[in-house]
């Protein structure tokens, strides 16, 4: 019998997302960031911009996970000044109302394109409408607007995300199969969906056959940490501990779920997944408390974003390889690289990271030695 999923997953799950290929850290960054004159999938031509600034807008949804201000949009920002533009950001605190008055401010002010990472799918493309109707071209960033009227897309493969968190678990526990419990972010949130639906995708057949039961999933409102740890308690509670498995959407989330199976002993006998390799994850996968994390190369995305931008703000189309389907079409997907975390490779991605992002005390000091991965002592001397 197939687990029945919230409305807003059963929605994701319905509509196919392409996969791709996993691509690693070492080589993929420059294969994606430089956009494509030509393509498999082309994007429709961007329309005049609006007004004759020089101005790009970049819209978040909010500043709550550390990437977007530590690297996405200083990024954004560095790629756009090169090419003459000015950077006009705003963040919106995951409210669709406060992203509404904040892209009509935007719009404004004369853009020649926009960078938006829509609060919802849904609440997105009445943003990309309005700046379609003021002759602003707009590419969705990290999440997507549910239209085809935008000129590009630029993510990660959520789905492909899910997929690798879930296999992850199942190679830990030796097949598909254990008790789960889903820590889902924002309901209606792209991101959010597409890795419930590759957690899904991947569970589904160990839940068909009896092998796998999902105790509880439950989406988290702003990725709200202290939200997830009150899920997984509460699910501890009803399943008496039983539990193999938190499938955790990111490390905010992870973090708070860590709090709920420490309370019960259970961090170091349950796998946990997170995304977004932050500082705290980093340190909770060396402690043996978290399993793996996730990185999206948020300094690729902010750079490819203002390069699309850029692009149409001068009157080009761009085109992509892959598209990204979307009620009554498609559009050109350029996919972000995506990274699994975890002690064998954390010093490489600390090394690259540091100190924009991570730094290197921040994640090695304190950690026992026996627990430090090859060269983190050295590089901890280095800094």
Do not use: H
């Not at 799950?13 to 494509?36: C, D, E, H, N």
């Not at 963040?91 to 020649?112: A, C, F, I, Y």
């Not at 991605?349 to 000091?365: C, E, G, I, L, N």
């Amino acid at each position: 019998m197939r687990v029945r999923l919230p409305a807003a997953a059963r929605e994701s799950l319905a509509r196919p997302v392409a996969r791709r290929r996993f691509l690693q850290l070492s080589a993929a960054g420059a294969a994606v960031a430089g956009i494509a004159a030509c393509g498999t999938t082309g994007g429709a031509a961007a329309p005049a911009a609006g007004g004759a600034g020089r101005k790009i807008g970049f819209a978040l949804a909010s500043y709550v996970v550390p990437r977007y201000v530590k690297l996405d949009l200083p990024n954004f920002e560095t790629a756009a000044t090169a090419a003459g533009f000015e950077t006009l950001s705003i963040q919106s605190e995951n409210e669709p109302d406060k992203q509404l008055d904040g892209v009509s401010n935007l719009l404004s002010r004369d853009l020649s394109a926009l960078a938006l990472q829509p609060v919802s799918a849904e609440s997105g493309v009445t943003l990309v409408r309005k700046a379609k109707a003021a002759g602003v071209p707009v590419i969705a960033y990290n999440q997507i607007a549910d239209t085809p009227d935008l000129a590009a897309f630029v993510a990660r493969d959520s789905v492909q995300m899910g997929r690798e968190m879930a296999v992850t678990a199942t190679e830990t526990l030796g097949g598909v199969r254990g008790r789960y419990i889903l820590v889902s972010g924002q309901a209606a949130d792209p991101v959010s969906e597409g890795i419930l639906k590759g957690w899904m995708e991947v569970l589904q057949p160990g839940i068909d056959s009896g092998a796998v039961t999902v105790l509880n999933q439950q989406y988290n409102n702003k990725w709200d940490p202290e939200s997830a740890r009150q899920q997984v308690e509460n699910a501890l509670t009803a399943a008496g501990n039983n539990v193999q498995v938190v499938l955790c959407a990111n490390d905010a989330l992870a973090g708070g779920a860590l709090q709920a199976l420490k309370a019960q002993g259970l961090e170091k006998k349950t796998v946990v997944t997170g995304q977004d390799a932050e500082t705290a994850a980093l340190r909770a996968i060396l402690l043996g408390e978290q399993t793996a994390t996730w990185f999206t190369e948020a300094d690729t995305m902010g750079r490819t974003a203002a390069e699309l931008c850029v692009k149409l703000a001068n009157g080009e189309t761009v085109t992509a390889e892959r598209s990204y389907p979307v009620t009554g079409g498609e559009v050109p997907f350029f996919v972000i690289p995506i990274i699994k975390i975890t002690a064998a490779n954390m010093v490489e991605y600390v090394k690259k990271y540091s100190p924009a992002y991570v730094d290197a005390k921040a994640v090695f000091q304190g950690i026992p030695a026996d627990k430090l991965p090859p060269g983190a002592a050295e590089l901890l001397a280095s800094v």
